[in-house]
């Protein structure tokens, strides 16, 4: 068992050429978009969908189904509202993964034009 696992770490291993494509990454976009993004990311509407959010986890099952029973067309747009700062959410984790690994090959360049030298 040990050697199968050697074996498919070092088949799993990035030749050099692959490591040095990967640390020479391009813009994901340019400054306009990155301005279109922050303003979407701090518009009202964004907001309002991370307060429906943070209301519905400070309220306890009870009060979230007579809200659904009450006045079920608000709840649908709370619900809709709460989707959408998921989704946008995840689109922001997404990129600042993304970010994170940039820096840490950012990082690694140095690293390795020392060992390199």
Known sequence: MTT???SNEEDE??????LAKLADFTPCFDDAAMEYIEE???SKVIGQH???MLVVLARDADTSSNFSIS???AFGEMRKGVEAYRNHAKQMLEMAETACIRLDIADCRTDCAEVHA
Not at 13 to 18: H, P, V
């Open 50 to 52: 991370r307060r429906c």
């Open 71 to 73: 006045d079920p067309e």
């Open 4 to 6: 199968e696992s050697v």
């Open 40 to 42: 979407i990311a701090s």
């Open 13 to 18: 291993r990035l030749s050099d050429e692959e």
